[in-house]
């Protein structure tokens, strides 16, 4: 069996839906001088037919082929292929990750993501909302101070058990530092203490963070229900060559 090695840093580079936020001051200063605000628009938009392609290559064909595809339009995500199994497959970008991320606003973020049935309907919401904001302009407080409206009011779904996420895009481009990819899974739990499974100890694979929506140093935020989100490296990118190996 080949084993895959994963330093902390290469962990700490992922950039949607888990980012740990822990790089050298030096180059989060870099990060944040370099991406102050948003970009025009147009920087973050593709060819609708080469996102498909890149949302689709998120999960092995097995699942990818079946599902669901959103792409990215000037008002949100739009559907671009119904699917059939469930699964919904985007092209995330920056903004989802946390709102103190030095590269929240780096126009070169594409993330594929693939959701199953579960995370589709109580993640992708979110996802949703928060991108609608972002493309309309709205500032990182407006738009964390929306979700925190949305979930008092019960407007968005509370986290269903199950819940879970195919990142293993290998064109995809996850954030300017290390190799800027990582093949992985993520697992949206209600808050525990990471160590349950084995989260940062000396050799395991698995990392955690507090849900991407919220400040990386905050573990339960005020009007924000409390998840945790688990990152878990694997051996293979979706179309079955190997990842390789992710050290320091």
Not at 129 to 152: D, N, P, Q
Request: hydrophobic share 45%.
């Amino acid at each position: 069996m080949r084993r895959l090695k994963v330093g902390t840093d290469a962990i700490e580079s992922i950039a949607v839906f888990v980012v740990l936020c822990m790089a050298h001051q030096a180059q989060a200063q870099a990060a944040t001088a370099a991406y102050p605000n948003m970009a025009p628009v147009e920087q973050y938009l593709m060819d609708r037919t080469a996102e498909i392609a890149l949302a689709r290559s998120a999960a092995p064909d097995s699942i990818s082929r079946d599902a669901t595809v959103l792409v990215l339009g000037r008002q949100g995500y739009e559907t671009a292929v119904e699917g059939k199994n469930g699964f919904v497959c985007i092209v995330a970008r920056a903004w989802t990750a946390t709102f103190d991320w030095p590269e929240y606003w780096n126009p070169k973020v594409r993330a594929a993501d693939c959701m199953n049935p579960q995370s589709a309907r109580s993640i992708l919401p979110v996802v949703s909302l928060r991108t609608r904001m972002a493309i309309a302009g709205h500032s990182k407080a407006a738009i964390e101070a929306a979700i925190e409206t949305a979930y008092e009011k019960k407007e968005l779904p509370n986290l269903e058990t199950g819940a879970m996420d195919y990142m293993m895009s290998r064109p995809s481009y996850l954030t300017d530092q290390g190799s800027h990819n990582l093949a992985h899974l993520m697992f949206y739990l209600p808050f525990t203490d990471g160590k349950d499974w084995g989260s940062g100890a000396a050799g395991s694979p698995v990392m955690s963070s507090p849900y991407w929506f919220m400040s990386s140093t905050e573990l339960k935020p005020k009007g924000l229900p409390p998840i945790l989100v688990f990152l878990v490296p694997v051996a293979d990118w979706s179309d079955g060559t190997p990842a390789g190996q992710h050290s320091h």
